[in-house]
T-cell receptor, first 111, second 115 residues
Framework: QQQVKQSPQSLIVQKGGISIINCAYE??????FPWYQQFPGKGPALLIA?????SEKKEGRFTISFNKSAKQFSLHIMDSQPGDSATYFC??????????FGAGTTVTVRA | GAGVSQSPSNKVTEKGKDVELRCDPI?????LYWYRQSLGQGLEFLIY????????KSGLPSDRFSAERTGGSVSTLTIQRTQQEDSAVYLC?????????????FGDGTRLSIL
């Protein structure tokens, strides 16, 4: 069964707009929540990560919001640019063990 | 510095043949993972090596799949008697041993196509 559920499957946003991707998890033992960005033909690359003792983390135009009680976390891409067009995966793990991935969201930024 | 290197980048083979996929992790990384990414899907965990500990094989989908890691560095994923449903991108990741929640660094994968 999929331990991390991700939505939407795809989204289209205008340049300068905000992209929002949501994830939910069931396993309360998870304590590490990274987001990966993947371009066609390439492996996933770590974008930003958060631990559950923090409710929000921001790095440049990328922000993770984390709601421990709801077991949900989300990625916000501010001022979206065409170069942000990629597939984004949320993931979760317990410690340094295997990552459980969401199904991915394909983001298209229109100029 | 060099990242995770995987070879071959693409592999096309006939159903029933055996294939070997190679992963060279980042130097000094003691943890190594294999994942499988089917078309349009997320990544599915296959196997995890950590130092000299016994590998966690809990994600291997059948006994046709096996992996080894020689000398704590290079790893090989072997699929015997390949089936069409084995077609996917096989990704390898490595991680440093020390430090809490160190990120996994991925290679660009091997795209496997079974005819």
């Amino acid at each position: 069964q999929q331990q991390v559920k991700q939505s939407p499957q795809s989204l289209i946003v205008q340049k300068g707009g905000i992209s929002i991707i949501n994830c939910a998890y069931e396993n309360t033992a998870f304590d590490y929540f990274p987001w990966y960005q993947q371009f066609p033909g390439k492996g996933p690359a770590l974008l930003i990560a958060i631990r559950p003792d923090v409710s929000e983390k921001k790095e440049g135009r990328f922000t993770i919001s984390f709601n421990k009680s709801a077991k949900q976390f989300s990625l916000h891409i501010m001022d979206s640019q065409p170069g942000d067009s990629a597939t984004y995966f949320c993931a979760a793990s317990k410690g340094d063990y295997k990552l459980s991935f969401g199904a991915g969201t394909t983001v298209t930024v229109r100029a | 510095g060099a990242g995770v290197s995987q070879s071959p980048s693409n592999k096309v083979t006939e159903k029933g043949k055996d294939v070997e996929l190679r992963c060279d992790p980042i130097s000094g990384h003691t943890a190594l993972y294999w994942y499988r990414q089917s078309l349009g899907q997320g990544l599915e965990f296959l196997i995890y090596f950590q130092g000299n500990s016994a590998p966690d094989k809990s994600g291997l989908p059948s006994d046709r799949f096996s992996a080894e890691r020689t000398g704590g560095s290079v790893s090989t994923l072997t699929i015997q008697r390949t089936q069409q449903e084995d077609s996917a991108v096989y990704l390898c990741a490595s991680r440093p041993a020390s430090g809490r929640n160190q990120p996994q660094h991925f290679g660009d994968g091997t795209r496997l196509s079974i005819l």
